[in-house]
């Protein structure tokens, strides 16, 4: 399905290149994400911005991409499109993941 | 009732696998974009549309050889109206789900990864109907473009 990670100082970012995480495609990121977060840094930011559509499915593989990354690490979410902020706010899953409006913006909240 | 001339009609057919559902969904929402679906709910749409149409591939068809879903859309300057029909397992008790949320207050290990399909066509939609009619499943959505959102 497409994701290309770097390493920015303390963080991985993971970009998706994919226009949608749906359904059709849920399980593939999930183990996609997996093989990008074997090992890295402690936190991981997933940069959404090329995310054009998700679905609950989609939604889904991101929780279990999270939890997969155990207990001592976390994922953040950068540049989410409107549609895609919407299924987090409705869902409330914007209250368990910090989503940041650009890459920059989540790059920067490292240093606080 | 407004004359017929003001209403358009978009329908589309497709097996019931996830992949034919991504490309029909996607088809869908292009589709009614181009009919004059207004901006503002054409993430709403294809949000409830991608739930529904889902459910049909993911537990209409579970445990039997996938058939069609076949979506029929009618647009006016007021609503949109779209009817998913299958041949597939009829649902539980003949009646749509609650549609209550899954609960995301819980530890990280314990959060949910679905469970929100239908309460998100029953936030998005105006409303839901649905009826079992010889052998086939029909839910309607409807969207009105005034008023609740």
């Known amino acids: 399905m497409g994701l290309t990670s770097t390493i920015t100082g303390a963080t991985q970012v993971i970009t998706v290149h994919s ?6 495609m849920a399980i593939q990121f999930k183990e996609d994400m997996r093989r990008e977060t074997d090992s890295g840094t402690d936190r991981v930011v997933l940069d959404l911005a090329g995310v054009e559509f ?4 989609g939604l889904g593989a991101i929780v279990a991409s999270m939890k997969q990354l155990g207990g001592n690490r976390k994922l953040d979410l950068a540049g989410p499109q409107p549609v895609v902020e919407k299924v987090f706010r409705l869902t409330r899953m914007d209250t368990v993941f910090r ?8 790059l920067s909240a490292t240093a606080d | 009732m407004n004359p017929i001339s003001n209403e358009t009609c978009l329908e589309l057919s497709f097996p019931a696998t996830e992949a034919e559902a991504s490309a029909g969904i996607e088809q869908l929402s292009i589709g ?7 901006v503002q709910k054409a993430d709403d749409v294809k949000i409830a549309l ?7 591939v993911e537990h209409a068809y579970a445990g039997i050889a996938p058939a069609k879903v076949q979506v029929t859309c009618r647009l006016d300057q007021n609503r949109l109206d779209i009817l998913i029909s299958d041949t597939g397992n009829p ?3 003949l009646h749509p789900p609650d549609g209550i ?9 314990d959060l949910p990864e679905g469970g929100f399909g239908w309460y998100l066509i029953y936030e998005l939609t105006s409303d839901i109907s649905y009826e079992r009619r010889r052998g086939c499943n029909r839910l309607s959505l409807r969207f009105d473009f005034t008023g609740h959102s």
């Open chain 1, 19 to 24: 226009d949608r995480i749906d359904a059709a």
């Open chain 1, 54 to 57: 998700i679905d609950s499915s």
């Open chain 1, 99 to 106: 989503l940041f409006p650009t890459l920059d913006d989540a």
């Open chain 2, 32 to 38: 009614l974009s181009n009919q004059g679906l207004p």
């Open chain 2, 50 to 56: 991608a739930e529904a149409i889902n459910n049909v």
């Open chain 2, 91 to 93: 649902l539980p008790g």
């Open chain 2, 101 to 109: 949320p899954a609960s995301v207050d819980t530890t990280p290990q």
